[in-house]
């Protein structure tokens, strides 16, 4: 899994060849706000959080659980794997 940044938000490439886009600037490995981090995944507790190749499954692992991308990034390999 390949994480980047292209144009205010990020893609992630996975080993299998699938691109996702997903995200923006506005997250909480930006500002580093545990409110609006608790209200964003309130707002967003429909979404499906164990399909790892959904843009909104990404976001929140990675943008939004941890306040690094690389710590959101081991979380997400814990979480799913190397995939």
């Known amino acids: 899994m390949i ?3 292209y144009k205010k938000r990020y893609m992630c490439l996975f080993k299998n060849g699938k691109l996702v886009e997903f995200g ?3 997250c909480y ?3 580093k706000d ?3 981090r608790f209200t964003w995944i309130r707002e967003n507790a429909s ?3 164990w399909n790892p190749y959904d843009p909104k499954c990404l976001e ?3 943008l939004w659980e941890m306040p690094t991308l690389i710590g959101g ?3 997400f390999k814990k979480l799913f794997g190397d995939i």
């Open 73 to 75: 990034i081991r979380n």
């Open 3 to 5: 994480v980047s940044e």
């Open 34 to 36: 545990k409110e609006k």
């Open 47 to 49: 979404c499906d959080w």
């Open 60 to 62: 929140r692992y990675l």
């Open 24 to 26: 923006n600037k506005n």
């Open 29 to 31: 490995i930006h500002h």
